[in-house]
């Protein structure tokens, strides 16, 4: 029985291991193909690879986004190139764009006047708008747009933000300016509005950053449970950590380990380092106490100068300290 629980155990580690590579291989290799032009992935002359690393250099924490804009729940500035009006206009994403607006984010477009006209989301500002500012920043115009909640920044001139032209214009300055204007970290390219579109998020998606961790952790206790066996590593301690022995616990079990050894003058220097230490300042103070323990300590120092005492005059001095002890307590107690 125990033998097929193990066999049992080790094909569904086999099976969740190969689910878990499936599921990277599929989020790294999803669009391993030619990538449509004005897409952050492509690195030919019509991409904008180039203004993602460059955001990403200067430490903004970027991410490309496949999915419908009903799934956004992100708190980060949305970039969007020159998004495909047919996608954009639809009215589901209307819908989802609105409602992420009006959780206070922002949303970056950069187009051209070729495409802006088409876009319904200038009927929104129209609608909406507060207010709006311009900013110049070389031969890039940046426009925004206050709405109820959300922000709108509009930058022209788009065909400049192209990886063939981003080096020679002020695009890239522009962008970067913005993005410290907005001063969030989060920066999401929109790559929907490119065609390169997943229906919805995957599992591993959803789980997010803490969720694949849970799951990667869990995997490992699987895997180490299959392999092992369910037996602790190491021995169970019945108490959760180390117990403290009273002090003059400690210097009796010394003690005991020295008479068995019949080290008779170091017990007896064990218990007088112990009783001078404890008491000594108590010590300076005159009193009938005080008396009979300079005479006992008096004693213990004779026995531990000529090193040698026999057990019964050990246990004789060690009897009076602890009377000592007694009564020194009792009498600080009153006090």
């Known amino acids: 029985m125990k033998s097929k629980l193990k066999k049992i155990i080790k094909y569904i580690i086999v099976l969740l291991t190969l689910l878990l590579a499936a599921l990277i291989l599929y989020s790294v290799t999803v ?7 004005f897409s952050s992935y492509s690195a030919d002359n019509t991409g904008v690879k180039a203004l993602y690393l460059l955001a990403k250099k ?16 992100e708190d980060a500035v949305m970039v969007s190139y ?15 764009i609105k409602n992420w607006l009006d959780k206070g984010n922002t949303l970056v477009l950069i187009l051209d006047e070729r495409n802006a006209v088409e876009l319904w989301i200038f009927e929104l500002i129209s609608q909406t708008r507060k207010w709006h500012e311009v900013e110049s920043f070389g031969d890039i115009t940046a ?8 922000t709108i920044c509009v930058l022209n001139s788009a065909d400049e933000f192209l990886n063939e032209n981003i080096s020679s214009s002020d695009a890239s300055i522009a962008f970067i300016k913005i993005l410290m204007e907005l001063n969030n970290p989060k920066v999401l390219f929109n790559e929907y509005y490119q065609y390169m579109q997943v229906p919805a998020p995957n599992i591993w998606h959803l789980l997010g950053s803490t969720g694949q961790l849970v799951v990667i952790q869990l995997m490992l206790v699987i895997l180490l449970v299959g392999v092992r066996g369910w037996k602790p590593f190491g021995r169970v301690r019945g108490d959760s950590g180390m117990t403290k022995r009273p002090e003059n ?9 020295y008479q068995r050894m019949r080290a008779y003058p170091l017990v007896l220097s064990n218990y007088y380092g112990y009783f001078t230490t404890k ?45 000592l002890e007694i009564e020194i307590n009792g009498s600080m107690q009153k006090k």
């Open 82 to 96: 020159r998004p495909a009006e047919m996608i954009f206009n639809e009215s589901e994403e209307q819908s989802g």
């Open 249 to 257: 616990e400690v210097v009796k079990a010394i003690s005991g380990l």
């Open 31 to 37: 669009y391993e193909k030619n990538y449509p032009e």
């Open 279 to 323: 008491y000594g300042r108590y010590l300076q103070i005159s009193g009938p106490i005080q008396k009979k323990a300079v005479r006992t300590l008096a004693e213990c120092e004779y026995y531990m100068n000529t090193k040698k005492i026999s057990k019964k005059e050990l246990s004789s001095i060690v009897r009076r300290l602890d009377r």
């Open 143 to 150: 426009t925004w747009y206050g709405l109820e909640n959300g």
């Open 58 to 73: 200067c430490g903004f924490q970027v991410s490309r986004y496949h999915y419908p804009a009903k799934f956004l729940d």
